[in-house]
């Protein structure tokens, strides 16, 4: 079986300063076997990251919506921030990409989701991610858990790993899949392997916004 990180970032988030060389050696020291790096609202990371190793690295993205944050796996094209989230799924479905939402009950983050907006675009993803490392309080997750078991909606879990350290705290081991269709037959019977991220961990993701903000140069770095 193949072990998935569905959910990190690199220095092309804007609160991440892992280089996507750092994140695929983590990777390879970890085991992890394959990678879907989603970084906000951008692709650039990903593909600087798949470069260096395609078999192991899915270019994804976490994108912004009017409502809440979508997470997608084999992107294609770069989706912008700030559209519906109707029309976010439109375009990535015609990208053939795998759809999944961020931490959807996390209450402390900018991207939560209310319910009736989720029910609304439930019939159009292809899972929800019912568990996140970062999330600080269990709840959330149970919160997502539940909805996923109540609605039939399959699961994802994620590290949301904002540093090289954090990669692979969360998995979820799959079957040998090739491509979004691949995933998507296989999702059902992943096996989840979570462990909680600390409040500290927190503070990888606030020194990098804090670094960045005085070293603007540092958001042009994310190739090399």
């Known amino acids: 079986m193949l072990r998935v990180e569905f959910h990190c970032h690199t220095i092309a988030s804007k609160d991440s300063l892992t280089h996507p060389r750092e994140l695929v050696e983590a990777c390879r020291r970890k085991g992890i ?45 770069e989706i912008p921030a700030g559209l519906t989230p109707q029309e976010t799924i439109r375009r990535l479905k015609e990208q053939g990409a795998f759809i999944s939402m961020s931490h959807p009950f996390d209450e402390f983050r900018e991207g939560a989701w209310e319910e009736d907006d989720l029910l ?68 059902r019977k992943g096996i989840p392997q979570v462990r909680w991220s600390p409040p500290w961990f927190h503070l990888a993701s606030r020194y990098a916004v804090l670094r960045k903000r005085f070293n603007r140069s540092l958001d042009m770095t994310f190739w090399t």
């Not at 260096?52 to 270019?59: F, G, N, S, T, Y």
């Not at 790993?161 to 037959?185: I, N, Y």
Request: proline share 4%; charged share 25%; hydrophobic share 45%.
């Open 120 to 187: 609304e675009i439930l019939p159009h993803v292809d899972a929800i991610e019912v568990y996140n490392s970062r999330c600080m309080y269990p709840r959330f997750n149970r919160a997502a858990k539940r909805f996923a078991e109540e609605h039939n909606i399959a699961g994802t879990v994620g590290s949301d790993a904002h540093a090289a350290f954090e990669v692979g705290r969360s998995l979820l081991r799959l079957e040998q899949f090739e491509g979004p269709e691949g995933m998507r037959k296989v999702i």
């Open 33 to 77: 076997d394959r990678v879907v790096v989603t970084d906000h609202n951008t692709i650039a990371g990903a593909r600087a990251a798949q470069a260096l190793d395609p078999e192991l690295v899915i270019v994804g993205e976490e994108i912004f919506t009017t409502r809440g944050e979508i997470l997608a796996a084999f992107v294609t094209e």
